[in-house]
């Protein structure tokens, strides 16, 4: 899936626990994005970020956040303020953020609420 | 703001027809427009895109798709489909003149080809 690992496959996690999606990239690529997917709804963008120490929201970023401390790394965390996380986790990146460049996307993970 | 709309949930095609996926927008400048395919829990993979020029573009695995501005449709083809082409696919848009890297997508395809 284009150089984009995302960890884990599937992931629990019980009442008022927060929990991390990992996403690391080989590409070199300065942007990268976090997605979630529900059935029927298409993605929809949590956040993005196209430089390092920088990142923005999306169109629902509450619930959720983020950081971008080294360029191969954008790790999700789902807080316990999103009451709604059961979704497949998406996470992409681009080359500068910039333009019409292509996403290159992972493998995904499965949140699953106990 | 910028939207697309898929408004077929499932196209079912025999295998060998030509297939169609249909895809409208709406952005309030121009558009950069992308077709992505998913395979079963899997990623998104790049398909094609239009961002300026000739309006038929043609992408991966012998799909094809037409810019057409006053339609405001950006719709998949394939001459010939194939089992393997059973897939969900997504429409994608972002307006060029808005701020940032949104790429809005629709809410996917699902494509089934039967032998």
Redesign the interface.
């Known amino acids: ?1 284009g150089g ?1 690992t ?1 960890s884990p496959k599937y992931l629990f996690r019980k009442e008022g626990q927060n929990v991390t999606l990992s996403c690391e990239q080989n590409l070199n690529h300065d ?1 990268m994005y976090w ?1 979630r997917q529900d059935p ?6 949590i956040y ?1 970020s ?1 430089i390092v120490n920088d990142f ?1 929201k ?2 629902i970023a509450e619930g959720y956040s983020v950081s971008r401390e080294k360029k191969e790394s954008f790790p999700l965390t789902v807080t316990s303020a999103q009451k709604n996380p059961t979704a497949f986790y ?1 996470c ?1 990146s ?1 080359i500068n ?4 460049e ?7 993970t ?1 949140l699953s609420v106990l | 703001a910028q939207s697309v709309a898929q408004p077929e949930d499932q196209v079912n095609v025999a295998e060998g027809n030509p297939l169609t996926v249909k895809c409208t927008y709406s952005v309030s400048g121009n558009p950069y427009l992308f077709w992505y395919v998913q395979y079963p829990n899997r990623g998104l993979q790049f398909l094609l895109k239009y961002i300026t020029g000739d309006n038929l573009v043609k992408g991966s695995y012998g799909f094809e798709a037409e810019f057409n501005k006053s339609q405001t449709s950006f719709h998949l083809k394939k001459p010939s489909a194939l089992v393997s082409d059973s897939a969900l696919y997504f429409c994608a848009v972002r307006d060029i003149g808005a701020a940032g890297n949104k790429l809005t997508f629709g809410g996917g395809t699902r494509v089934l080809v039967k032998p």
Do not use: N
Request: proline share 0%.
């Open positions: 899936d984009i995302q942007a997605y029927g709804q298409g993605l929809r963008l993005y196209q923005q999306g169109d998406l992409a681009s953020g910039q333009g019409g292509k996403l290159f996307f992972g493998s995904g499965q």
